[in-house]
């Protein structure tokens, strides 16, 4: 029978306790007791779906806890995990009974439990956060969910199928990827097993009768291996555990997926694992291996050097062994193993001193890290992408000037790189060297490339790097000073358009200062001045409602008076608007419709939280617009030093070859840039081209011009 019931044994209370005793000697035994006839009692009217007495579960759970040396206030807060949620039991009586750990610990479980269960990215991304935030406030929690799960999981059987497959998949969605994240190997391979027995029981069935069915075949065939292993061991005079096992069920069904592979091609159905008593011993087995059989290129994995994000240490290599079958090797340490093993967990099991500290500190960091970015991030498939991504181990090795190495997910770039080594450091990053050649801030970084960033103070992110930043701390960062760097843009503009239409209206500036002002922030509920300056500068209030609500009634009256009107906008034609430069911290942007340069005949449009959109005043588009007024102002667009705008120019010449050569070389003449061209040949024998070139201003874009429709073969050229 391919599924078999889960015939385990339900722990009694006095196991456990002998359980605990062996690793916690101190342990509150009489507590533990008391935890568990406690739970017996709340849940004594309920029945485990199947029919047996409730208290199993929380029994199961513990007995799980004590397997994993957790210590007794953790097991006693598994006993009693499901008394709040599902019972009278209030959490005060836990507390008052068990004290503030025990009890706080049932809250977070009780909390947890109230986990949305429908399934959605939106969902899904929601109880991540939740699984997160409880993390980060104590790290048991999780593991008892762990095994709160786990139990579920192996008594699922006796669930509706579609009850199954929604657990099933929130196990593999979830629970799984968290566990291998912590590290904790044994806890993942299970939730994977049992979460794909359910989720596609057929397939789930059909891998495990062929594992059955080869069984033999395979067991006399890794006997032989193991021993020819074992004995050129011996021989070096070198000590080490040689097992070998199954690899679990879903891992083979990954491989076949991936590999679009059947099962009879799946060679490394087996694997050996060897522990090793030092580090260089796993290195000289490898050795010993690697002389024995002929190791497939590409298939060794140096995870000793270079750990795996969670932390994992092991050497791995796949040879042709005896008869042409492809053997996998897994070489580590006993410490490495419990650490691939346990993980998080190891934290109780291990207590070598200085070494879990380490341990432990990077586990920290990198939840802290992730309950960090989800505050931040707004897109709630971006953040289960996120940890997705960054759990499986896709990844690309680089090293720092000073010759450490740094794990960064696969397709990262300089950016992500300079974000890695420090937010300040990513933030001024202008430039790339990788291996002591210049790079694209875009390039994507290769294995085992040096790479030194080069940094200015003056520099800032630039929107576009999120187009190729891939790691969620690098696009976090970027977003978040993007939106610090806008309000700070708005607030500049916003101040200036302020400045501006009290000059026109002759009121003061020191009426900013007066007490006046507070009315005038209240009537649109803002709180201080900058508020009120970073909602101009979004479009939000404009500032003439302001300039309104400062002046003193009867001149008010005025001003509501056409004639007033006329004055005013009479006014403004004499008054050159606002100056932008390029070295401002001024929030505009370039209209996309007429493309203007510095130089021409210009006009700005405050838009809603983009600023000022620079127009040439004969722009089309701008038409339609220009009766909102009050919205519309003149700006004086003087860029910085070597900046440059985009600009259309459509030259049509007749189709002869060459002529593209030649228009090419007049612009780089120019020591201008084509950012993009577009070509069109008509059956008239004429050539359109549609030139996107970077100009400085609109003196060095007429020069151009004349210049173009100097040279022979141009027919005609238009903006
Ligand atoms: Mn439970």
Redesign the pocket.
Known sequence: MAITKNHEKMPTVEELKEKILIYEPDADVSLLRKAYYFSHEAHCSQRRIEGSPYIG??LA?ASTLADMHMDHKAIIAGLL??TVEDTETRIDDIRDIFGEEVAFLVEGLTKL?KMESRSGKETQAENFRKMFLAMAEDIRVIIIKFA?RL??MKTLEYLSSAKQKRIAKETLDIYAPLANRLGIGWLKSAFEDLGFRYMLPDVYKDIEAKVAKKKEELEEYMDEVAAIVKKKIKKEHIRASVKWRVKHYYGIYQKMVAQRILFDQVHDVLGIRIIAESKSNCYAILGIIHSLWTPIPGQFKDYIAMPKSNLYQSLHTTVIGPRGSRVEFQIRTEEMNMVAEEGIASHWVYKEKGKIKERDTKYIAWLRELVQSQQTLSDASDFVEEIKGEVTPEVVYVITPQGDIRELKKGSTPVDFAYAIHSEVGHHCVGAKANGRIVPLRYELKNGDTVEIITSVSHGPSKDWLNFAVTSRARNRIKQWIKKEERKQSMALGARLLETELKKNDIPLSKLKQKSIKKVLESFSLGSLEDLHVSIGFGKVSPHQVANRLMPPKERDIEEDIAGRTKAVKERKEFKGINIKGIDNILYTVGKCCYPVPGDDLIGFVTRGKGVTIHRKNCPNLKRITMHDDRVIDVDWTPSENETTSVKLLVETVDKPGILANLSALISAEEINISHLEVNTSPDKKANFTFTLQVKDRDQLSKLSSKISGSSGVLHIKR
């Open positions: 579960h929380p759970v995990h499901d439990s709160d139990h579920n």
